[in-house]
């Protein structure tokens, strides 16, 4: 089963805080001791502490952050800097010609070396069109990570639907199971009190007692994969093996036929189906690609301007750098041998392989839509079937009881109705899963 997807309601999370009693995680969250929850308030659940749930919304954000960080890069940048200098008492020393006719005459002037703080202000801007495109990339980013997580959750909503009603299903036919070992253990015991009244064989105590054990390795059969089916349960709603969930609807609250009805009624349209969705966002991005590597021919256009002050500690110091600055840069690309040509290609091929895959997928879709409405349509009438099959099996074994209670059956008849009883109620509980995977798979893929 699929474990992941995050919004929960608030009268869920309110009912869930008032059925739980305190306890503690691995991890040291609060952990709950106990869990009362129906389907609905199982599926919020999972979708509020699921982990990989938790995962894809922060990959949401972590878009939007990438998002800002593009668009930022192209804003005004300010930069401040300060440094201090300091040359230890150090005096530079320059020869100079004194104006006299003897050539050689000349006279030094030495020149004090202060220490000296400068500090300065830079601000830029840079701007070209592959980050403008690129801004826009991240927005499509932005919308595939949102269909991602809806994915994620609608997954995560069908794979808890599936482990309830499987703990359910296996719950009702272990009562079912336990209320045919009561029958038969009466009639192992009354078998027995007539082998010891000389009115039975004993072959006939010990063909029923082959009953009973088979029906107790069945029963426990069946309370082992209870326990692996909650398991199950419990890792889609994160929370520790410790943890007591109680289910608190059966059955028939979770298997409505009005509900297949209507999932069989609904009109498919191909823009709700989220992997559609997620195409048309792959399209769309190959399509952005395409003029992103366009303006790798495109100029760079930059523009910055620069403060610096200087504060010599001492006398004497030359200021040789002017306070004021402005700088103003186009730069253009002029020969790359093909790198750029080829990168244009190579985009311009990827996005019909995207709207390729878009139109293949979109065929296929109402093909698929087709065939999940057929296996819905089966499943629900083999759930009839086998449902109206238990029940007979459940009437003839009553049947087979009775009349072997007054002399009126064989041991024979006794032990094909208890096998029939027990196929039937294997063949009921797959039907019921077969029925709920069918419901689930349709619903994931209109997106309900």
Not at 175 to 202: F, K, P, R, W, Y
Not at 249 to 260: A, F, K
Not at 327 to 344: D, E, I, N, T, Y
Not at 358 to 372: F, G, K, M, P, V
Request: net charge negative.
């Amino acid at each position: 089963m699929t474990a992941l997807v995050i919004s929960a309601t608030m009268a869920a999370e309110d009912h869930v805080m008032a059925a739980t009693k305190s306890g503690q995680k691995a991890d040291g969250e609060s952990a709950p001791a106990a869990l009362s929850l129906s389907l609905k308030e199982a599926q919020d659940y999972a979708v509020q502490q699921n982990r990989s749930l938790k995962n894809a919304s922060l990959a949401v954000q972590e878009a939007y952050a990438a998002r800002w960080q593009t668009i930022a890069s192209m804003l005004p940048q300010v930069d401040g800097s300060y440094s201090y200098s300091n040359y230890l008492g150090y005096t530079a020393s320059m020869s100079m010609p004194t104006g006299m006719p003897a050539p050689n005459d000349t006279r030094t002037i030495d020149i004090n070396m202060p220490n000296v703080g400068a500090w300065g202000i830079t601000a830029s801007v840079g701007l070209n069109g592959q980050g403008i495109v690129g801004a826009l990339l991240n927005n499509i980013a932005i919308e595939m990570k949102k269909i991602s997580l809806e994915q994620s959750e609608t997954q995560l909503r069908g794979s808890v639907m599936s482990a309830y009603v499987s703990v359910l299903a296996l719950q009702s036919i272990t009562e079912l199971l336990d209320s045919s070992l009561v029958n038969i253990q009466d009639l192992e015991i009354m078998t027995q009190h007539a082998v010891e009244a000389g009115a039975a064989e004993q072959t006939s105590a010990d063909q029923i007692r082959v009953r009973v054990n088979t029906l107790k390795n069945s029963i426990n059969a069946q309370k082992r994969t209870i326990e692996l089916a909650i398991n199950s349960l419990k890792v889609l709603l994160d929370v520790p093996v410790e943890t007591e969930l109680i289910l608190t609807e059966n059955i028939d609250d979770v298997l409505s036929p009005d509900r297949v009805m209507t999932l069989l009624s609904e009109n498919f349209s191909v823009e709700n189906n989220l992997n559609y969705q997620l195409l048309q966002k792959q399209v769309e991005l190959a399509n952005r690609n395409v003029h992103m590597a366009g303006w790798a021919y495109g100029p760079t256009v930059a523009l910055a301007y620069s403060y610096t002050d200087q504060h010599y500690y001492g006398e004497g110091g030359m200021r040789m750098t002017p306070p004021n600055v402005i700088q103003v840069s186009v730069k253009m690309p002029l020969w790359s041998s093909g790198k750029r040509a080829a990168g244009v290609v190579e985009k311009k091929i990827a996005y019909e392989e995207a709207k390729n895959t878009l139109s293949e997928t979109t065929d296929n879709l109402a093909i698929q839509y087709r065939q999940l409405c057929f296996d819905l349509t089966n499943a629900y009438e083999t759930y009839l079937n086998e449902k109206d099959n238990i029940e007979v099996a459940k009437r003839v074994f009553a049947s087979a009881t009775n009349k072997y209670k007054y002399g009126a059956s064989s041991n024979m008849e006794l032990t094909n109705a208890s096998n029939d009883l027990i196929n039937a109620q294997s063949s009921y509980v797959q039907a019921m899963l077969t029925l709920v995977n069918a419901q689930v798979e349709l619903e994931i893929f209109l997106n309900n």
